[in-house]
């Protein structure tokens, strides 16, 4: 119950206290004539009289209407709690001289009261009604409800007077001119400065893509490719069309210049800012932005096939689509930009298959379930959702059943919704609780902490191997997924990029001049464990929530993602949790379960080669790369307590005793390397390295011996 009421306390803070007066007015009035009918009743002059009085929380929700829907009657959907009350009013009216008719009419007033009532506590709307206005009126509207509820604005440390100043012009502009464009390219610039993936603009231009905050002045051109920037350095073409390709400009083709600018130039100087919280985001899909950004024709420079470099002129040849395109490829998101495209998440959310006979997936896109009452008044009020843990359960069990023994979980564009549907998954997982997330109020510029929402250890499947899928398309209550199951020891968060940066609660909306722009904002405050907003960037832009593994963006990685359209990402998952497989059984085969290496031979000495190395906590890439030098060099252990380890010619001299490796310069023998010898098998860990050895062949000693 303490958390229920924290959070209750938390929603009253979060609540529109205007509209709460509007609606406890009615409900009061509501009170006050179930009073006076138990009064009246039996006397007929009265009872008229309360008729009559039964119509006013009709006449209020009227006269509220008139204030706060005029000129936008969309908010009647947040508002239609107080509505639907002062309908329910005239309910009794017929019936109230007779005994049982009023008895039925009241109780169902009563309970559509109750419920009304406990629903506008926790979801009373930070509604701003500006449609009215001028622009310029609007705009500056706009700024003093985001200036006053703005649940990051100490956080993210904005100054709403400074930005003001800095668009208003732009604003005043659009109004002389009466360009709506404008004015909604001033109110974009204007929200993207706060770099904050809650707040957004809706617009009613159909011709912005969904993968982007783009401005109505950036509308993308279409030159017959999209670029990418690889992790070293280079941008390249993908997505590439005939135009370009007769040109001699291919997917993989390097792009050294961009409308004549240098292509790195151009990547910080003419991509517009689009609002993206992690700095290190908007900088992995700069290049994808900068391929739409020209006139009608650019000059376009690459490196040809001969190494030398071209210029061409391209041509903008209409619609945009390679861009588009590649931001589908980039997100693994067949339809990103597209109308369905919440619905397209929906039908894959909690969705699971085997990958192969050891490896398990699970598809977490939305974090909402098909009983939407549950999740908001039990597993949001509770913070305990035991529906979603169940149903999580059922279907890692199942999955066990065919086989599972490690498991991938894909949060790539995942929408969000209640982290408490996060956390249950994470409750299976975890050994302890954990008091990581919590749900506060905002008071004087500063934060403090109502309930907390954390996670209840039921550690089920603690014991296995599991990486989570992210990337910055992973927003809100997938954000929070993507945090809390990185912080525990048997998952490692994973993707090309980080997740986007954000997981307030939204709520707050204000509506522009004319009804055809408006922003929304977030009011709802989410903390951490140590009190601070939960997740959220500062104004340093560097993210609180990163991955542990980055997954590489090469030359073959983009081929296989914007050219083949191949899943890389889920891919590059299934190698590194068989890699984490092999080496945990590797392992556990070696020592016993304290982690000593047991069986040791007593017999050292002797001519060996190498045959694996593993760095100790070691990235996937790192793996990959030992690969190419694992199976390379010998070690030979001299019966005088000297040994050496030489590859390519080059030797690294050692001394050893019967537990330790030493460099031979280690004098002091501080610094030793424990090793084992199992059957002609040597391992020795340096606490970096783990390497084997096995033993030469009669053969491969004499023709070791030969070559030396």
Same mark, same amino acid.
């Given at each position: 119950m303490k958390t229920f009421f924290g959070?209750?306390? !938390?929603?009253?803070?979060?609540?529109?206290?205007? !509209?709460?007066?509007?609606?406890?007015?009615?409900?009061?009035?509501?009170?006050?004539l179930a009073v006076l009918h138990h009064r009246w009743k039996g006397n007929d002059k009265k009872i008229h009289l309360w008729r009559m009085l039964c119509i006013l929380p009709a006449i209020i929700a009227v006269v509220h209407a008139f204030i706060y829907l005029r000129g936008f009657p969309d908010f009647i959907f947040g508002y239609f709690p107080l509505y639907g009350i002062a309908l329910f009013a005239l309910l009794p009216i017929p019936f109230a001289k007779r005994k049982n008719g009023y008895r039925i009419t009241a109780v169902v007033v009563g309970l559509v009261t109750c419920g009304f009532t406990f629903y506008f506590l926790g979801m009373s709307p930070f509604y701003f009604n500006h449609s009215r206005e001028s622009y310029t009126e609007s705009f500056h509207s706009l700024v003093k409800d985001m200036n006053r509820n703005y649940i990051l604005k100490e956080w993210k440390e904005v100054d709403f007077a400074a930005l003001e100043e800095k668009y208003m012009p732009m604003v005043r502009e659009a109004e002389q001119e009466q360009d709506e464009d404008k004015f909604a390219d001033a109110i974009m610039m204007f929200c993207c400065e706060l770099h904050d993936g809650h707040v957004h603009v809706i617009t009613d231009d159909k011709d912005r893509i969904g993968c982007a905050s783009y401005t109505s002045s950036y509308k993308p051109c279409e030159y017959g490719l999209a670029m990418v920037q690889l992790d070293n350095g280079n941008v390249i073409a993908v997505c590439t069309t005939d135009e370009v390709h007769e040109v001699g400009i291919e997917d993989g083709t390097v792009i050294t210049k961009w409308n004549g600018k240098d292509i790195l130039q151009a990547l910080k100087e003419d991509v #517009?800012?689009?609002?993206? #919280?992690?700095?290190?985001?908007?900088?992995?899909?700069?290049?994808? /932005? *900068?391929?739409?950004?020209?006139?009608?024709?650019? +000059?376009?420079?690459?490196?040809?096939?001969?190494?030398?470099?071209?210029?061409?002129t391209l041509t903008d040849l209409g619609l945009p689509h390679t861009q588009l395109e590649a931001f589908r490829a980039y997100r693994h998101f067949e339809k990103l930009g597209e109308e369905d495209e919440f619905q397209s998440l929906a039908d894959e959310n909690f969705s699971t298959k085997m990958l192969d006979d050891k490896c398990a997936y699970l598809r977490l896109c939305v974090e909402s379930s098909d009983n939407g009452f549950y999740d908001i008044f039990v597993g949001y009020m509770t913070g305990n959702h035991a529906n979603a843990r169940e149903m999580f359960r059922e279907k890692l069990r199942d999955l066990k059943a065919q086989g599972m023994e490690y498991l991938i979980i894909d949060l790539r564009n995942n929408d969000g919704g209640y982290d408490e549907i996060a956390n249950a998954l994470c409750d299976l997982f975890a050994t302890e609780d954990m008091d990581h997330y919590a749900v506060g109020a905002r008071k004087n510029g500063s934060y403090k902490r109502t309930a907390i929402h954390g996670i209840r250890g039921d550690g089920e499947f603690a014991g296995m191997k599991v990486v989570a899928l992210t990337n910055y398309g992973c927003l809100s209550a997938g954000d929070g997924a993507s945090l809390y199951l990185s912080n525990l020891p048997n998952v490692t968060l994973a993707g090309l990029t980080d997740p986007y940066g954000c997981n307030q609660e939204t709520g707050g909306v204000s509506v522009l001049s004319g009804g055809h722009v408006y922003v929304g904002f977030p009011v709802g405050l989410v903390l951490d464990g140590n009190g601070d907003p939960n997740i959220d960037t500062r104004a340093d832009r560097i993210s609180r929530n990163p /991955?542990?593994?980055?997954? #590489?963006?090469?030359? %073959?990685?983009?081929?296989?993602?914007?050219? +083949?359209?191949?899943?890389? &990402? *889920?891919?590059?998952?299934?190698?590194? *949790? &068989?890699?984490?497989?092999?080496? +945990?059984?590797?392992? %556990?085969? /070696?020592?016993? =379960?304290?982690? /000593?290496?047991?069986?040791?031979?007593? &017999?050292?000495?002797?001519?060996?080669?190498?045959?694996?190395?593993?760095?100790?906590?070691?990235?996937? =890439?790192?793996?990959?790369?030992?690969? %190419?030098?694992?199976?390379?060099?010998?070690?030979?252990?001299?019966?005088?307590?000297?040994?050496?380890?030489?590859? +390519?010619?080059?030797?690294?001299?050692?001394?050893f005793d019967s537990g330790n490796f030493y460099l031979s310069k280690d004098t002091d023998r501080a610094n030793g390397f424990r090793y084992t010898c199992i059957n002609?098998? *040597?391992i020795i860990d340096d606490g970096t390295f783990i390497t084997q050895y096995l033993r030469l062949t009669d053969e491969e000693l004499a023709s070791y011996i030969g070559r030396n």
């Open positions: 959070t209750l306390l !938390h929603r009253l803070y979060t609540s529109n206290i205007e !509209h709460l007066i509007w609606f406890g007015t009615v409900v009061v009035i509501m009170i006050i #517009p800012d689009l609002g993206m #919280p992690v700095k290190a985001n908007a900088d992995r899909v700069a290049a994808m /932005v *900068l391929s739409g950004i020209g006139e009608e024709t650019i +000059d376009v420079s690459f490196i040809d096939k001969s190494g030398m470099e071209q210029t061409v /991955v542990e593994e980055r997954i #590489p963006l090469n030359y %073959d990685a983009a081929m296989k993602i914007f050219r +083949d359209k191949e899943d890389y &990402e *889920l891919e590059w998952a299934v190698q590194y *949790l &068989e890699n984490a497989y092999a080496y +945990d059984n590797w392992i %556990d085969s /070696v020592t016993d =379960e304290q982690g /000593v290496y047991i069986g040791q031979d007593k &017999e050292v000495v002797g001519y060996y080669k190498r045959i694996g190395i593993a760095k100790v906590g070691g990235t996937y =890439e790192e793996m990959l790369e030992l690969r %190419d030098i694992e199976k390379r060099g010998y070690l030979v252990a001299a019966d005088d307590g000297t040994a050496y380890f030489e590859l +390519d010619g080059e030797k690294t001299e050692y001394v002609g098998r *040597l």
